[in-house]
């Protein structure tokens, strides 16, 4: 994993790498001004520990070098990221897949809001394997001017929010709790690759309009074909990103969790905590996508959240 050293008067602590990640142009909207570089720039100005680099386009990276770079920023093409000659034949071919993925979505015909968010979902799978450490959305950024470093973890980790439902049973549409703003994962993990080979499956069955998430648990269902950009292809490429963790068996590896709670502010609202980590993650609701009732069940009856220390509540999906 790459990481930063720091020197203490113990022994030399190393922080993983923070990746923040966008597809597309800088952004023209005045009403999000700075959405795709203000978390980076506000993680950057306190947070003297961890590495962070922000990924974009090659088309775009002169701009994002130029922007963010004075800040201690690193700008990285994901292009040539993908071209690199990577060591095994399975790193290979998932780099191709993301790679064929990345120039189909964004093709003339396609390039939605959706689709960028899916290759952003999709690479961010990938890195997390090879690279790992934290994958954040632009808009997750500290919640106070005091110093941050995050830290690394042992397992997977996403984003929960248990507060506010006291009277549901988190065994229950977790597909509706948890979150992927916010990801941290040891690099080659097997977890990680799972989700990354999971995702991509769903997703380029339901590009073609075959919804196999549902005909895998109901195959004796009639299924129908899917449309893209229709309120349905939404909600379920939104399940998929969600049931590529869910699903995972527990011999990958365990996922764990950090809870959420809404800060003490006036955007209260319209963002999230994570005190573990002194973080926040604004929602400019650039674009929100509902998961669909019927998907958000879990069949893994062992599913279970219990907590560990503190704010930390862990929890493992699968079967052995």
Request: charged share 25%; net charge neutral; proline share 6%.
């Amino acid at each position: 994993m790459e990481s930063k050293r720091v020197e203490t008067s113990t022994k030399p602590i190393d922080f993983p790498i923070v990746n923040y990640i966008w597809i597309g142009p800088p952004p023209q909207r005045t009403d999000v001004i700075g959405h795709d570089i203000a978390g980076p720039k506000k993680m950057a100005s306190i947070n003297q520990s961890n590495p962070i680099v922000f990924w974009c386009l090659k088309a775009h990276l002169p701009h994002y070098q130029k922007e963010l770079e004075k800040h201690n920023i690193t700008c990285r093409a994901i292009e040539d990221y993908l071209s690199q000659d990577f060591k095994s034949k399975e790193e290979k071919e998932a780099a191709k897949q993301v790679k064929t993925m990345l120039e189909d979505l964004l093709s003339p015909e396609k390039n939605t809001i959706r689709d960028r968010t899916t290759i952003k979902v999709l690479f961010s799978y990938f890195i997390l394997y090879q690279i790992g450490g934290y994958v954040a959305d632009t808009n997750v950024y500290p919640q106070s001017s005091q110093a941050v470093a995050l830290k690394a973890y042992d397992d997977f980790h996403v984003p929960i929010q248990l507060q506010g439902l006291s009277d549901c049973d988190p065994r229950v549409n977790l597909h509706a709790l948890i979150d992927v703003w916010l990801m941290y994962s040891p690099s080659h993990s097997e977890r990680a690759k799972y989700h990354f080979d999971t995702f991509y499956k769903y997703f380029s069955a339901l590009d073609k309009g075959e919804d196999l998430q549902t005909a895998e648990r109901f195959p004796d269902a009639p299924v129908e074909k899917i449309k893209r950009n229709t309120e349905d292809y939404h909600e379920l490429v939104a399940a998929n990103i969600i049931d590529a963790i869910l699903s995972a068996p527990r011999k990958m590896g365990e996922l764990s969790f950090w809870m959420c709670s809404n800060p003490k502010s006036e955007i209260k609202s319209k963002s999230l905590c994570v005190d573990e980590l002194g973080i926040v993650k604004y929602f400019y609701g650039t674009h929100r996508y509902k998961h669909k009732p019927a998907l958000l069940g879990t069949k893994r009856e062992d599913a279970s959240i219990e907590p560990t220390n503190g704010t930390e509540q862990k929890k493992t999906f699968g079967s052995s």
